[in-house]
């Protein structure tokens, strides 16, 4: 049974930082692609990160660059995101996903919830 278990979310004020993770299960983690998104309220998801399967090459949207961090550790099957200088713009539902060139994101998480507030 194929598994994305998030962890990490929470509460945090403007500045601060959290680390999300992702712990994978029922499918070849190293072989995917695998990327963090997230969904505000009221507005569409958007794609957050990208990391290649060996971790290699990875890829950030605009408003994140400089502040958050995608990795993995393929030996135990675990994404993360480390998200430095948060904003309040950065509350959302955060989802990790594993994906390939040919079909996409095949495998979504259930997301966790990141509220960055004073």
């Known amino acids: 049974q194929v598994q994305l278990v998030e962890s990490g979310g929470g509460l945090v004020q403007p500045g601060g930082s959290l680390r999300l993770s992702c712990a994978a299960s029922?499918?070849?983690?190293?072989?995917?692609?695998m990327r963090w998104h997230r969904q505000a309220p009221g507005k569409e998801r958007e794609l957050v990160a990208t990391?290649?399967?060996?971790?290699?090459?990875?890829t950030y949207t605009d408003s994140v660059k400089g502040r958050f961090t995608i990795s993995r550790d393929n030996a135990k099957n675990t994404l993360y995101l480390q998200m430095n200088s948060l904003k309040p713009e950065d509350t959302a539902v955060y989802y990790c996903?594993?994906?390939?060139?040919?079909?996409?994101?095949?495998?979504w998480g259930q997301g966790i919830q990141v509220t960055v507030s004073s």
């Open positions: 996903s594993a994906a390939t060139i040919m079909r996409g994101d095949v495998y």
């Open positions: 029922g499918f070849t983690f190293s072989s995917y692609r």
């Open positions: 990391i290649t399967t060996a971790g290699g090459s990875t």
